[in-house]
């Protein structure tokens, strides 16, 4: 009875000390377990690859660090894949902080090009004003997004660094929204993924695929297929997109390039601590339910 | 009278009809753009208002030494301070005048090893709270509930490798599989329901919008006692 008294009284400080080691020890220790790609990663996977060279595709931070660990890895996966088809890399961000997330993003990605051409000798352009262009935070929210779908210079004067957006040879293809082949967005939250499909991709006619919060995603599950063309919802689906990369681009293969898949071994464990405590939780339920029941 | 009532009335009811007219006929679309412009412009105000008022709550509990004042300086010191580094670009390695969050500046290293971990570390809480809030309240009390527990342990699992590999026993496609179910839950009784919920929020927003633009809501004018 006291074992039963003690797991169904159970320490609140207890199930923090297992959340905690179930998320520390298998980042420590590198804990990963395979990843099997859902159809609609793969499908997101296969349209980013079939981009011919030189497209052009939008790529909106719309996230803060409190979300970083679930959204930098997809980020950084798409981010590495648009280099490699040398597309045309447009970035903006909607939140203030997003400019920093992007700004994460690009140094990683430059890390990863300069290790490549070291061990493979292979050189992928990724010049600003001719490869990428920056253009910062505007705030607005959708706003922002209405005014960019006819006219970019009409919201960006210059970009994130205060150069003149004329002068920046990327910005003469794409003029508007409507220009673009693919947007790609990393949202949190409000301004995101919602707001880019209803008032930018939507009216411009162009496919957007995004990458959101776990949290987030049961909220843009009503846009897909028709007017979302697929959804990283949360850190599985990036993890399983690292795969997708590792196995198309053998550079990207090393773990410790694979953020996502480090941090799946915290998630995966961690649930399966949580599941333990509803498990315990409803069997001291029905438990003291049938004694009342018997008194 | 006029200018807190009456003439607050007119520009809502004017942006408003013109921004509703922009999506309606190309004409007006340029005119929208501008109002939107103009909306950056009142933002940096309302930055402005927002900082100040920020600073007027804390220097008054420090100045009682109320409650948590400590809270409040330490507020107060990183608000100015990351004030100051910003707006004078303190440390930046190509001077005054470029981007103030360019990497190797005082401002991007404030952000880096001050902001992150502190919004990572608040956010990175929740996980502690909810596996807390899971045991204590997550209980099969009813039907509803039971449902609601089976859809999360779904979810759950189809969240992870286990999902997969407890699946061993299906073969991929036949829709039996722990990922293919949390895949089935969010594609149809979820989206279904969400659908649901997103038409009646949106047919609620286009009535309060009218009743704003044509003046028949006019809370956001405040009482306009003070």
């Not at chain 1, 150069?163 to 929204?177: D, F, G, N, V, Y």
């Not at chain 1, 979302?228 to 997109?241: F, H, I, R, T």
């Not at chain 2, 999506?23 to 005119?31: C, D, I, Q, R, Y």
Request: contains cysteine.
């Amino acid at each position: 009875m006291a074992f039963y008294d003690k797991i169904r009284n159970i320490d609140r400080r207890v199930i923090f000390l297992l959340i905690g080691l179930s998320v520390a020890l298998p980042l420590i220790f590198t804990i990963r377990f395979p990843e099997f790609p859902t159809p609609m990663v793969k499908q997101i996977f296969g349209l980013m690859e079939d981009l011919p060279p030189g497209a052009k595709v939008l790529v909106s931070f719309d996230y803060d660090p409190a979300s970083e660990p679930e959204l930098q890895p997809m980020a950084t996966a798409w981010m590495r894949q648009l280099a490699e088809k040398r597309a045309k890399i447009y970035i903006m961000a909607l939140w203030p902080i997003g400019q920093d997330m992007a700004r994460l993003s690009i140094d990683a990605l430059k890390r990863d090009l300069a290790d490549k051409e070291r061990e493979t000798g292979e050189k992928v352009p990724f010049e600003y004003g001719v490869n990428y262009v920056n253009l910062g935070f505007k705030s607005g929210a959708q706003g922002v997004i209405n005014v960019v779908l006819t006219d970019f210079e009409k919201m960006y004067p210059t970009d994130a660094a205060g150069q003149a957006l004329s002068t920046i040879p990327l910005m003469k293809e794409a003029r508007s929204l409507k220009d673009f082949d693919l947007i790609v967005n990393i949202s949190a939250g409000t301004p995101g993924l919602k707001e880019w499909i209803q008032f930018g991709a939507d009216p411009a006619g162009v496919r957007i695929v995004g990458g959101s919060t776990a949290v987030q995603a049961p909220l843009l599950y009503p846009y897909y297929p028709k007017q979302l063309y697929g959804l990283l919802g949360g850190l599985k689906p990036a993890a399983e997109y690292e795969k997708l990369m590792g196995d198309r681009y053998p550079q990207y293969a090393d773990i410790q390039k694979n953020k996502g898949r480090i941090r799946m071994g915290a998630q995966a464990v961690a649930h399966l601590v949580i599941m333990a405590f509803i498990i315990i939780g409803n069997i001291t339920f029905f438990i003291d339910r049938r004694r009342e029941r018997s008194r | 009278m006029f200018v807190k009532r009456t003439l607050p009335l007119w520009i809502t009811f004017v942006v408003g009809t013109v921004i509703i007219l922009s999506k309606l006929s190309p004409k007006t679309t340029g005119l929208g753009e501008d109002f939107t412009i103009y909306f950056d412009i009142i933002a940096v105000f309302a930055f402005i208002l927002g900082g100040g008022n920020l600073v007027k709550i804390h220097a008054d509990k420090l100045s009682k030494m109320g409650a948590g004042w400590g809270y409040s300086a330490v507020c107060l010191i990183g608000f100015f301070a990351t004030l100051f580094i910003g707006l004078f670009e303190i440390g930046h390695p190509k001077g005054w005048s470029t981007d103030p969050t360019a990497s190797g500046s005082a401002f991007n290293f404030i952000y880096d090893y001050v902001f992150k971990p502190l919004a990572a570390t608040m956010f990175a809480l929740l996980a502690f709270y909810v596996a807390s809030a899971s045991y204590r309240a997550f209980r099969a009390k009813n039907l509803e509930a039971t449902v609601l527990l089976v859809a999360a342990f779904v979810i759950l699992l189809g969240r992870t490798f286990i999902g997969s590999f407890v699946s061993f026993w299906t073969e991929p496609g036949t829709g039996f599989g722990i990922p293919e179910l949390a895949e089935w839950i969010m594609d149809y009784p979820n989206r279904a329901g969400q659908r649901a919920i997103m038409i009646g929020i949106a047919l609620g927003i286009v009535s309060t919008s009218l009743k704003i633009i044509l003046g028949i809501d006019r809370g956001y004018l405040g009482s306009g006692q003070e």
